[in-house]
């Protein structure tokens, strides 16, 4: 690549409109100089600003994420519900087992549980069992969590 750019060679590289990339320079997020009537952006700069966005990016996803581990909850309060299907081979009495110790956990008095349901099914020709679990995020952990170490 050159040592400079312009805003129009960064547009098509990062998938942006121009106007996004003059938008940039302009609110000073992206240092750049006008040569001849044209922006011109070095390539430090250019590569100085791609990470500054993707560690902003990756702060609002882990930030995100951690909300939805912790509390289940989002920036404003709603509640995250999840659902996850497992599908694991194995035979029919294991199946039952593995599903009798879920209802166990899913009638016990745990007061992360709230809402929650599970649907079991045995595919006994295909030796295999699927499990539907839908509830706050804690507790479909939990049960996940359960799950993974009964087929370890």
């Not at 909300?67 to 035979?91: H, L, N, Q, R």
């Not at 499990?131 to 170490?149: P, R």
Request: aromatic letters at 10%; one cysteine or more; a negative charge.
């Amino acid at each position: 690549m050159e040592d400079w750019y312009d805003a129009e060679q960064l547009a098509q590289a990062w998938g942006m409109h121009v106007r996004t990339i003059r938008r940039y320079i302009r609110e000073g997020k992206l240092q750049a100089s006008k040569i001849g009537g044209t922006w011109r952006i070095a390539k430090e700069d250019a590569e100085l600003f791609v990470g500054r966005i993707s560690k902003e990016i990756k702060k609002k996803t882990d930030d995100n994420i951690q909300s939805f581990i912790d509390e289940g909850k989002d920036k404003d309060g709603v509640t995250f519900e999840v659902c996850a299907v497992v599908e694991y081979p194995m035979g029919s009495r294991e199946a039952q087992l593995l599903s009798q110790h879920l209802v166990s956990i899913m009638n016990s008095d745990d007061p992360t549980r709230g809402p929650a349901k599970m649907q079991f099914q045995n595919f006994p020709d295909e030796h295999k069992c699927r499990f539907v679990i839908w509830g706050k995020t804690a507790f479909v952990g939990k049960l996940l969590t359960t799950v993974s170490e009964h087929v370890e």
